[in-house]
């Protein structure tokens, strides 16, 4: 990418050359949009959203998989041992690549200044920036969740650095509230900038006649950007504001029809929407997705030292008789098979394919706005009508009834449902301050979890600066 930025000081070191590099990049429309295309493309890194922040080290830290204690690149994870080199690796990759795109973001948004009028159209302008506005939002609001304090109680506590400018100079850390209101600022200044998004009027298609302004759900679009403002907002404990948003979102799919709920019809064909891409409001298209399953959870490959799948008696316990016509575990979990003497439920959500649903890693989903209706209603005392909310959702997983009678309990179970191998939950346990959840080796399972175990170190070289 022309602006690919080497890790300087480790971070933000730039060649004078790249001065050169920059005034090309920007001199064209088209430099405009390959550069943001190419950030788009970025986030499908191993580092970042292609493997580490969706079916990998963070599904790992919820306990998704029955981890080999031979397998050294992820078992230190599954008991929160985060001082080994490999770990320390992994954790290093994710906090510079996470960075480095930041850096390219702002140059971006900087050059959008430079040259609207000249170089840009108001559209496009417009469209730019909100889109690059909503990344610097996605990219540190993540970084928060990985590095930064458990959230709830621990507002002025100091956590990372957030960057609004391109600079060689290390940004001062932040008290987790400011550091959140800056990710919460960012994205509601998306949303004004996207307010003309072909995505309200015309669907995920998006605009006729123009490539880079079609397909809406891979990119973060008005909606996509709502729902991730409304994640946002639960994450600090705003319910107002992601009531708002999340019950925005769902009346605009009940009344339009847009990013419609998957049909039994999609996942019975023979090569099934295991992803459920039509709900997907911003996705990730990633033309090497089958290498997820190949190199991490076909069991007919790979070795009990290599391979990350469920333990069988963890999904039978997740899925009761009566969910097993659930899509989710039927496109995605219901396949098993012994390894090493263990029985394994194969998780199939990445195997590939030639479709594009087939090369997409979800990252936002129009279901999670109903969980967060559910959860605030509960919140609420109103069990009767977030039950109603959860059942209304379930219907659209192939299910109709349960034996949980708790919101609370059953939002869990959800969340442990609906977004396997997508990064959410280990989250969702965090936001919630969970001490003790469910394990990975079994049904009775559970795993305690100290305020420490949800904080990734910030890597080594970079502490001087915090």
């Not at 191993?46 to 599904?59: F, K, P, Q, V, W």
């Not at 950007?225 to 994450?235: G, H, I, T």
């Not at 469920?310 to 969910?323: F, G, K, M, R, T």
């Not at 390894?339 to 979800?362: A, E, N, T």
Request: hydrophobic share 35%; glycine share 6%; with cysteine.
């Amino acid at each position: 990418m022309a602006l690919a930025l080497a890790s300087c000081a480790k971070w933000l070191d730039v060649q004078p050359s790249d001065q050169v590099s920059e005034e090309t990049a920007f001199s064209t429309v088209a430099g405009f949009r390959q550069t943001l295309n190419g950030v788009y493309v970025e986030l499908n890194s191993d580092n970042l959203y292609g493997r580490a922040l969706s079916c990998g080290m963070i599904e790992v830290l919820a306990q998704r998989y029955d981890v080999n204690e031979e397998f050294t690149r992820y078992y230190p994870f599954t008991e929160y041992d985060y001082t080994g080199a490999t770990a320390q690796d992994q954790i290093s990759g994710i906090w510079e690549n996470a960075y480095n795109l930041i850096a390219n973001i702002n140059k971006i948004l900087e050059n959008c200044e430079k040259r609207r009028g000249t170089v840009l159209s108001d559209e496009y302008y417009h469209i730019i920036k909100g889109e690059a506005l909503a990344l610097r939002a996605m990219l540190h609001f993540d970084l928060f969740r990985l590095f930064g304090p458990v959230y709830e109680g621990n507002e002025n506590q100091i956590s990372i650095p957030y960057y609004e400018t391109f600079s060689l100079n290390v940004a001062p850390s932040l008290q987790a509230s400011e550091f959140m209101g800056k990710v919460v600022t960012d994205l509601e200044n998306a949303l004004v900038e996207l307010k003309d998004d072909p995505v309200i009027t015309y669907g995920v298609s998006g605009k006729p006649g123009d490539a880079f302004l079609a397909y809406r759900n891979l990119r973060l679009n008005y909606y996509a950007v709502e729902a991730l403002l409304a994640r946002a907002s639960m994450y600090i404990g705003d319910t107002q504001r992601a009531e708002e948003l999340s019950q925005n979102i769902i009346d605009k799919h009940n009344r339009t029809g847009f990013f419609p709920f998957v049909t039994d019809a999609q996942i019975t064909v023979s090569e099934p929407d295991r992803i459920f891409s039509t709900e997907v409001l911003f996705g990730l298209q990633n033309l090497n997705v089958d290498l997820l399953y190949s190199s991490l959870f076909d069991a007919s490959r790979l070795k009990p030292e290599s391979l990350l799948d469920p333990n069988a008696e963890v999904i039978e316990s997740l899925y009761s008789l009566s969910d097993r016509d659930d899509y989710r575990y039927q496109t995605s979990l219901r396949s098993t098979a012994e390894v090493g003497r263990v029985q394994y439920s194969i998780f199939q959500k990445y195997v590939g394919g030639d479709s594009l649903y087939s090369q997409m890693i979800p990252m936002l989903r129009v279901s999670e706005m109903y969980l967060i209706k559910a959860e605030l209603q509960a919140q609420k005392g109103q069990d009767d009508e977030s039950m109603e909310t959860l059942t209304q959702f379930r219907r659209n997983r192939g299910v109709t009834s349960t034996s949980i009678s708790s919101p609370q309990k059953l939002l869990e179970s959800e969340y442990c449902k609906e977004f396997f191998g997508e990064g959410q939950l280990f989250f969702y346990y965090k936001r919630l301050k969970r001490t003790s959840i469910p394990g990975s080796t079994g049904a009775n399972v559970t795993v305690t979890l100290s305020s420490n175990d949800y904080v990734l170190p910030i890597p080594d070289g970079e502490t001087q600066y915090n």
